[in-house]
Structure formats: structure tokens, C-alpha cells
């Protein structure tokens, strides 16, 4: 069983940046997909960035060119780089681990931190 916990969020202001990371234990596989989705108030949670087994990134259009997912697959942890945020960033962000870059394969879920961005 794959566990995930999150961690590095705070409050900022609009401007800002925060580095979330993302420790997994367990056993990883160094081929499957690790991702960041977010969830704001009253809000669905949607997929942010994700980082497949080749190294290959996704972003929300919303968050390209602001936000940097990373992998060390030695250390087991997944990182976010947060630059530009925006009050509209302000969510709880959470980690995901699953077998392919698809909603519906994600097996493993962290608890979620918080960011808020305030203008």
C-alpha cells in the first residue's frame, strides 16, 4: 500500500510562490504516474500537473508557465513549484499516485494541504 503525504502549503500573496512536496512510502514504481490535483470551495477537484513514467509533464492551461511539477524517484517525492500565484490558486492540493495519468487509475491519495492566496 502506497502511502502519500503532502506538505509545504501556506498562505501568500498574490505575487507569491510555495514548493509543495509530496512523500510517498511504500513501494514505488518508478513507471507509473504521480500528479497534483486541486480542490477549491465548493469546486469538483481538478487535475493540476502530472508526471508520467517517461518524464513526460501536463498542466492544467490555467497553471502553464506558473507551475513546475518534479520527481525524484530515489527520494519518493513529488514536487510542485508554485510561481505567479493568484487568488484563484487558493485551494487544498493533493498529491495522486496511479498507474497510468488518468482520474480514474489513481490508487493512492494523499490528505491534502492547504494554499491560500490572498490579493
Known amino acids: 500500500q502506497v502511502r502519500l503525504v503532502e506538505s509545504g502549503g501556506g498562505s501568500v500573496q498574490a505575487g507569491g510562490s510555495l514548493r509543495l512536496s509530496c512523500a510517498a512510502s511504500?513501494?514505488?514504481?518508478?513507471?507509473?504516474?504521480m500528479a497534483w490535483f486541486r480542490q477549491a470551495p465548493g469546486k469538483e477537484r481538478e487535475g493540476v500537473a502530472s508526471?508520467?513514467?517517461?518524464?513526460?509533464?501536463k498542466y492544467a492551461d490555467d497553471v502553464k508557465g506558473r507551475f513546475t511539477i518534479s520527481r525524484d524517484n530515489a527520494k519518493k517525492t513529488l514536487f510542485l513549484r508554485m510561481n505567479a500565484l493568484k487568488p484563484e490558486d487558493t485551494a487544498v492540493y493533493y498529491c495522486?499516485?496511479?498507474?497510468?495519468?488518468?482520474?480514474?487509475?489513481?490508487?493512492?491519495w494523499g490528505q491534502g494541504t492547504q494554499v491560500t492566496v490572498s490579493s
Open positions: 495522486a499516485y496511479g498507474r497510468i495519468c488518468s482520474k480514474e487509475y489513481y490508487s493512492s
Open positions: 508526471f508520467d513514467g517517461y518524464g513526460i509533464t
Open positions: 511504500g513501494y514505488i514504481y518508478s513507471s507509473y504516474c
